[in-house]
């Protein structure tokens, strides 16, 4: 009972010189990409970051992390949860199977929204490091995590990958 979340269809090691075919095309499924690597192919461990935070808003959703069809033409997720945590209205983001939980588990849903906003924030400089998401998450302590700043493609149009 201890799931495991991967990317098995792009997952590969990236050996230096020897891959620079690979070097300069971006890989990965749209809205889980991290602004800089999309930008400015540059990836780094808050890369991955970006990807958990998107990934986390998926599942307290139930919708994927960007869209352009089925009546949730939102594009990324990233700004829906923006708008509803900037107008205090958390549990619209979420799925409605989880809706009706007890309220003790209503602020560990909200506390996981937060931590997923910090984890896909614009800057790779503000998102945690995956040992700070873990500690966030094992706690479970909203009123000491960081608020959001800005997350990523908060202005973006619905942008193909």
């Known amino acids: 009972m201890n799931p495991k979340i991967s990317d098995f269809g792009i997952a590969r090691t990236y050996n230096p010189g020897l891959d620079k075919e690979f070097a300069d095309r971006i890989v990965g499924s749209t809205g889980f990409i991290a602004p800089e690597y999309r930008e400015r192919v ?3 461990i808050k890369s991955d970051v970006y ?3 998107a990934l986390l808003l998926e599942i307290i959703s139930g919708k994927r ?4 069809s089925g009546g949730g033409d939102y594009g990324f997720l990233n700004k829906r ?6 107008a205090g209205k958390l549990m619209k983001l979420v799925d409605s199977h989880l809706r009706n939980v007890p309220v003790p588990h209503t602020t560990e849903i909200t506390t ?3 931590i997923a906003l910090l984890c896909v924030e614009e800057d790779p400089a503000n998102r945690p490091t995956m040992q700070e998401v873990f500690l966030m998450l094992s706690h479970q302590n909203a009123a000491a995590l960081p608020m959001p700043q800005r997350p990523a493609y908060l202005s973006a ?3 193909h990958t």
């Open 51 to 53: 990807g958990f935070g």
């Open 42 to 44: 540059l990836f780094s």
């Open 157 to 159: 149009g619905m942008v």
């Open 65 to 68: 992390c960007f869209s352009l």
């Open 81 to 86: 949860a923006w708008e509803l945590w900037r």
């Open 112 to 114: 996981c929204i937060q």
